[in-house]
């Protein structure tokens, strides 16, 4: 049938298939995520290919992982496909990526792998102390952005996508410098428009770079922007957040991240890294006795300055007497 259609039909795009891995680990009050050198000398997730002897995806992922970083892989999880085209620059085939998310206990990686702080890829992420400073220069440039749109209708969507991803009620009168607008009806879990929203706006360094802008690289360590990695990957990490973030109200994930004991504050302090915002301390405790999610072991840790804290473990149960076992966010006011 197709035949009788007439003209030259499309033909089948060559695609090559990589595999990369987002892996996450929280030391002390930093989460971060693992980064390799990508061969055009910028930090990159780590990525691979299948080899013929590769039975599933899930241990090709666990192999090449082991191989660059020296890490063995617990949790694990396929978090999306990216497949659009000239994701590698010079690419003579579609590079379609299977990203996985994985979580880790804090341990060192090989010399040639390098943590980096989530907040550093990301920094207008993290409320824990307040609204970001990176705000202070991003949403005038976001407005910017917007003010510079083809006409009025082109002018209201964007203004709606940024007082949406950013959390700005419209409702409120516009920020003055003393009371900067921004995270009334913040949502957490908007990690990836956000990203995807400053991209459009050419506000990110691979915006620029994907327009063959040769100021791609050239923003300041620290800068407002973040720092940028190989490819697309800034955007596979920001979906990644967005994924955990979630995945926080209705699976208890946060455990995968901590050693079998743990006191409570410990548990707190790696939930407000993950979420990017400080919790309200005796309502979240009251969240997580409630839900059945842990139980006294009997041992206590000498605090500084504190009575000694006791030590608590995960209740597996918790996955067969709940069906959305999650921890709630009581943000503290």
């Not at 060559?14 to 930090?43: E, F, K």
């Not at 994985?102 to 824990?128: H, N």
């Not at 957490?188 to 400053?198: A, H, I, K, S």
């Not at 979420?275 to 969240?287: E, P």
Request: proline share 7%; net charge neutral; glycine share 10%.
């Amino acid at each position: 049938m197709d035949a009788d259609l007439g003209g030259a039909q499309p033909t089948a795009a060559p695609a090559t298939l990589r595999l990369n891995a987002v892996i996450v680990s929280v030391v002390d009050t930093t989460p971060r995520v693992l980064t390799v050198r990508h061969p055009d000398g910028r930090p990159a997730l780590p990525y691979g290919l299948l080899r013929d002897d590769d039975r599933t995806l899930d241990r090709a992922l666990r192999r090449w992982v082991g191989e660059q970083s020296g890490l063995e892989l617990g949790y694990v999880e396929q978090l999306y496909t990216f497949g659009d085209i000239r994701r590698d620059s010079g690419e003579t085939a579609r590079t379609l990526s299977i990203a996985y998310l994985a979580l880790v206990q804090p341990t060192a990686a090989r010399v040639d792998a390098a943590w980096i702080d989530w907040y550093d890829l990301l920094p207008w992420e993290d409320w824990r102390s307040g609204r970001p400073a990176a705000h202070d220069a991003l949403l005038p440039a976001l407005s910017d952005w917007v003010d510079d749109a083809a006409g009025p209708a082109c002018h209201q969507r964007r203004r709606d996508r940024v007082d949406i991803a950013f959390g700005i009620d419209p409702q409120r009168e516009r920020a003055s410098a003393s009371e900067p607008a921004g995270g009334d009806l913040w949502d957490g879990v908007r990690v990836l428009d956000r990203y995807e929203l400053l991209w459009e706006a050419g506000l990110v360094a691979e915006a620029l770079r994907d327009r063959g802008d040769d100021a791609a690289d050239t923003h300041p360590a620290g800068s407002w922007r973040g720092t940028p990695l190989a490819l697309d990957h800034r955007r596979i990490a920001a979906t990644a957040l967005g994924r955990l973030r979630g995945k926080l109200t209705y699976r208890p994930v946060v455990f995968e991240l901590l050693p079998p004991t743990f006191t409570l504050r410990r548990l707190q302090q790696v939930v407000e890294a993950l979420a990017g915002v400080s919790l309200h301390t005796q309502n979240f405790r009251r969240l997580v006795d409630r839900g059945g999610f842990v139980e006294g072991t009997g041992e206590f840790e000498e605090q500084t300055g504190g009575r000694p804290a006791e030590r608590f473990r995960f209740r597996p149960e918790v996955l067969r007497e709940r069906p959305r076992p999650g921890l709630g966010l009581p943000r503290r006011s």
